[in-house]
């Protein structure tokens, strides 16, 4: 048990639609950060947030965005789904904005028709 | 090309063998840190290295670091069908805050 939670933990969207994924970190990380994980691949960092601001990006397009809340939780939003965006998607949270340990959430698994 | 690339790819032993997965990245890096994960589920954090440090042992896990050669080896002694799954090293490096750089995986299956 991590501390890290997400929600939803599986859903479907149709191309073009939108999707917004929810993370809850462990309590007291003010670092939060989501990765994307396609079947069979390791996870590739999609961006980070640190004390409600974005701080640093992966190879990304803009179409994924996010916020962190007062309280550290977390959303990434996608926007234009496309096919290729069927994976699973990770939070991660931390304490402090460099050099700890790392924690991951279960996930959520979403799929693009 | 990929940071944190795992040898093997894949592993297949008998329970009560040791594994042995390895670990190569390009930068100077903060620490390094393994990840388990079982099929379709999140990654469990197994131990964290820094890069001061040259083994950290957990259990029955092992972790060495050599920075030198920018390698990294994770060993499990004894192992358990429950040992079963991928496993992940990953990097952070000091001016990239807790972003991780992630390799392929190795894919361990430990067979009773």
């Known amino acids: 048990e991590t501390g890290v939670t997400q929600s939803p933990t599986h859903l479907i969207k149709t191309r073009g639609q939108q999707v917004t994924l929810r993370c809850s970190s462990q309590?007291?990380?003010?670092?939060v950060s989501w990765y994307q994980q396609a079947l069979g691949q390791g996870p590739q960092f999609i961006f980070q947030?640190?004390?409600?601001?974005?701080?640093g990006r992966g190879n990304f397009p803009p179409r994924f965005s996010g916020l962190q809340f007062p309280n550290y939780s977390s959303e990434l939003n996608v926007n234009a789904l496309e096919l290729d965006d069927s994976a699973l998607y990770l939070c991660?949270?931390?304490?402090?904005?460099?050099?700890?340990?790392?924690?991951f959430g279960e996930g959520s698994w979403l799929t693009v028709v | 090309s990929q940071q944190g690339e795992e040898d093997p790819q894949a592993l297949s032993i008998q329970e009560g063998e040791n594994a042995t997965m390895n670990c190569s990245y390009k930068t100077s890096i903060n620490n390094l840190q393994w990840y388990r994960q079982n099929s379709g589920r999140g990654l469990v954090h197994l131990i964290l290295i820094r890069s001061n440090e040259r083994e950290k042992h957990s259990g029955r896990l092992r972790v060495t670091l050599d920075t030198s050669k920018k390698s990294s080896s994770l060993l499990i002694t004894a192992s358990r069908a429950a040992d079963t799954a991928s496993y992940f090293c990953a990097e952070t490096i000091e001016t990239s805050g807790s972003r991780l750089t992630f390799g392929e995986g190795t894919q361990l299956t430990v067979n009773p």
């Open positions: 947030y640190y004390r409600e601001e974005e701080n």
């Open positions: 991660a949270s931390s304490l402090g904005f460099t050099g700890n340990t790392i924690y």
């Open positions: 309590s007291g990380h003010n670092t």
